[in-house]
C-alpha cells in the first residue's frame, strides 16, 4: 500500500479520535461525564453487568482507568459495582435507574458525532466504511492479542 508521505489511514483514524474526544469533552459534562467514561457506559448499556475485567479487556485500557472510569460513573449514580456471588475478587458494574434516564440523551451526543463526520458521504457508501472501520478494529485486536 502506497502512503504518500504522512497521509496513512492509521494517522486520519487517530485525528478522528482526537477530535471525537473534544466534542465529548464539550457535549458530556451536561450528563456529568467525560470523554474517559462514556465507553464504559456505552458498553454497559449494550450488556449490563460485566467485570471489570471484561470492560477492561472489551475497550482496551488498562485496569487502572476502567476503575477510575467506573469510579465516577458510581459517584454519579450511574453505575453500581457488586462482588460476583460466585467469585468475591471479581466486580460486576451494573446500571442504575439513573443511567437509564440519561440513555437517550447519552445516544442523541454519540449519535450526533458519527452525523457530523459522515456528513455529505451517501448511506450506502457509510454502510461500506463501517463494515471496513469494524475489520480493521478485528486486525488490531488479533495482532494485539498477541501480546
Do not use: C
Not at 459534562?29 to 477492561?56: C, K, V, W
Not at 443511567?99 to 456528513?119: C, G, L, N, Q
Amino acid at each position: 500500500m502506497e502512503t504518500k508521505g504522512r497521509q496513512t489511514i492509521g494517522r486520519y483514524i487517530n485525528m478522528l479520535f482526537r477530535m471525537a474526544s473534544l466534542y465529548l469533552g464539550q457535549e458530556l459534562p451536561a450528563l456529568h461525564m467525560g470523554s474517559g467514561q462514556y465507553i464504559f457506559l456505552a458498553e454497559l448499556f449494550d450488556r449490563d453487568g460485566q467485570s471489570q475485567d471484561e470492560l477492561t479487556r472489551r475497550v482496551y485500557v488498562d485496569k487502572a482507568n476502567t476503575a477510575r472510569a467506573l469510579s465516577k460513573l458510581e459517584k454519579f449514580g450511574y453505575i453500581r459495582r457488586v462482588s460476583d456471588p460466585d467469585d468475591q475478587r471479581v466486580k460486576r458494574a451494573y446500571l442504575e435507574p439513573a443511567a437509564m434516564e440519561i440513555e437517550d440523551d447519552f445516544w442523541k451526543i454519540i449519535t450526533r458525532w458519527s452525523e457530523i463526520i459522515a456528513k455529505d458521504i451517501p448511506p450506502e457508501r457509510q454502510e461500506l466504511l463501517l463494515s471496513e472501520l469494524k475489520k480493521m478494529a478485528e486486525n488490531a485486536a488479533q495482532y494485539l492479542d498477541r501480546y
